[in-house]
Every structure is written in structure tokens, then in C-alpha cells.
Nanobody, 124 residues
Framework: QVQLVESGGGLAEAGGSLKLSCAVH????????VAWHRQVPGKERELVAR???????????TYSDSVKGRFTIAGDITKNMVDLHMASLKPEDTGTYYC??????????????WGPGTQVTVST
């Protein structure tokens, strides 16, 4: 089994910062990419940031326009640990943040794995 453990959510004031962490544990052989998504009740889940391995796809990190310049996804994907550094937070950043890992186990079949989510609340 593969488990994603998220940490670091909580309450922040507008203009403040938070860091979310995601660690991938279990029987995953290789993590190919890690992404953070967020969801607000009544809205579709939004891809916030994605970081592939340097040798996977084009190896380029991407961000949604809503967080570009404020959020940074970083970490050592070869060690299955990736963070999301969130700065200049806005109330509209409030939501449940989910870590997603794309990778494969011994079967070699690439699939997506999800964490349970961590709540981020930004107050005015």
C-alpha cells in the first residue's frame, strides 16, 4: 500500500505564510511527480502546483495562475518528500489542500495516489 501523509495546514492571516508538507510512504517504487490541489466546497478541485522528476515528462514545475509568484513547490522528489510554501496568503486561498503523487509500485502501472487532505484557512 501507498500512503501520503500531509502536514502543516492551519490558520493564517491574510498576507501571512504557511508551509504544507507531503511525504509518500509504502510500497511505491518510484514517484514520478507530486502535485498539490485544493478544493473549496461547491467548487471543482483546482491544481495548484505540480513538480515532476527532472527526467519525467518535461521536468518542469507548473503553477496555477491564482498562486503563481506566491506559492512555491519544492523538495526532494527522489526522497518522496515535497513541500508547498505559501506566501502572501489571501482569504481565497482557503480550502482543503490535497497532495497527489503520480508513480508506480512493483507492477509498473502508473497511477495517482492521494492524501487525505489538510485544511488551510486564511482570515482577513
Amino acid at each position: 500500500q501507498v500512503q501520503l501523509v500531509e502536514s502543516g495546514g492551519g490558520l493564517a492571516e491574510a498576507g501571512g505564510s504557511l508551509k504544507l508538507s507531503c511525504a509518500v510512504h509504502g510500497s511505491i517504487v518510484r514517484v514520478l511527480a507530486v502535485a498539490w490541489h485544493r478544493q473549496v466546497p461547491g467548487k471543482e478541485r483546482e491544481l495548484v502546483a505540480r513538480m515532476p522528476r527532472e527526467d519525467y515528462e518535461d521536468g518542469l514545475t507548473t503553477y496555477s495562475d491564482s498562486v503563481k509568484g506566491r506559492f512555491t513547490i519544492a523538495g526532494d522528489i527522489t526522497k518522496n518528500m515535497v513541500d508547498l510554501h505559501m506566501a502572501s496568503l489571501k482569504p481565497e486561498d482557503t480550502g482543503t489542500y490535497y497532495c497527489e503523487a503520480e508513480g508506480y509500485e512493483v507492477t509498473g502501472t502508473i497511477r495517482d495516489y492521494w492524501g487525505p487532505g489538510t485544511q488551510v484557512t486564511v482570515s482577513t
